[in-house]
C-alpha cells in the first residue's frame, strides 16, 4: 500500500485545489482495499468531467494541465504519479455514477484519506466488463461474504446485470462446505 500514497495524495491536492470534483479509486487497486492484492499494471481513477457549454465531448484538459505543470509525465492514457500509471476516467451516468457518489473513504494514517468504490459497485463493474480477471474478482468479494444480498440485488436490478449474475453463478457456483 505504500507505493499508492504518492498516487493518493496527489488525487486528495486535485480535489482541494478544483482540478477535480470527486475521485474515487476502482478496477484492480480499488479491490486490493477489499482483498489480497492482485496484479495489476495501472491505478484506475474516476472523475466526473463535465462537457462545455454547448458540446458533448467532456474533457481531461483540467487534469492533463494540473499534472504536466507539477512535472509528471504522462505515457499513452496513463499518468506516471509515483512510479504508478495512473489512468483518469470519466464517470457516466449509471453504474459509474452511484459508485462514485458512494465511495467509501479509507483513512490511511498520516491525515491521508483514499476514496475507493465499495466492493458492490466493483463487483458489478467487473460484472458488466467481463473479463477472466474480472470473473476471478467476483468470486473473490462473493466468497469472502463482501456483496451484502439485498444490496448487491438492488445494484444488479437497477442496471440491468440480473441475467448476467445468474449466468455468472452458473458457471461459477459457491462451494458447499
Do not use: C
Not at 463493474?125 to 461474504?145: I, P, Y
Not at 437497477?158 to 458447499?176: C, D, H, I, M, T
Amino acid at each position: 500500500m505504500e507505493d499508492i500514497i504518492a498516487v493518493i495524495r496527489t488525487l486528495n491536492e486535485m480535489e482541494r485545489e478544483g482540478v477535480v470534483e470527486r475521485y474515487a479509486i476502482g478496477g484492480a487497486v480499488g479491490a486490493t482495499f477489499y482483498l489480497e492484492p492482485a496484479a495489476t499494471i495501472d491505478v484506475d481513477v474516476f472523475v466526473p468531467l463535465t462537457s462545455t457549454v454547448g458540446s458533448t465531448i467532456v474533457s481531461l484538459d483540467a487534469v492533463i494541465g494540473y499534472l504536466t505543470g507539477r512535472g509528471f509525465e504522462m505515457n499513452r492514457e496513463y499518468f506516471m504519479i509515483g512510479g504508478w500509471p495512473v489512468q483518469f476516467l470519466p464517470s457516466s451516468p449509471g453504474l459509474i455514477d452511484e459508485a462514485l457518489e458512494q465511495a467509501e473513504e479509507f483513512d490511511l494514517g498520516a491525515e491521508i484519506v483514499a476514496r475507493v468504490f465499495k466492493p458492490m459497485h466493483l463487483a458489478a463493474m467487473a460484472l458488466q466488463t467481463g473479463r477472466n480477471k474480472d470473473k476471478l474478482r467476483l468470486v473473490q468479494f462473493r466468497d469472502a461474504g463482501l456483496l451484502p444480498v439485498d444490496e448487491f440485488e438492488a445494484i444488479l436490478s437497477r442496471y440491468g446485470l440480473v441475467e448476467k449474475w445468474a449466468a455468472f453463478e452458473r458457471q461459477f457456483p459457491r462451494n458447499s462446505e
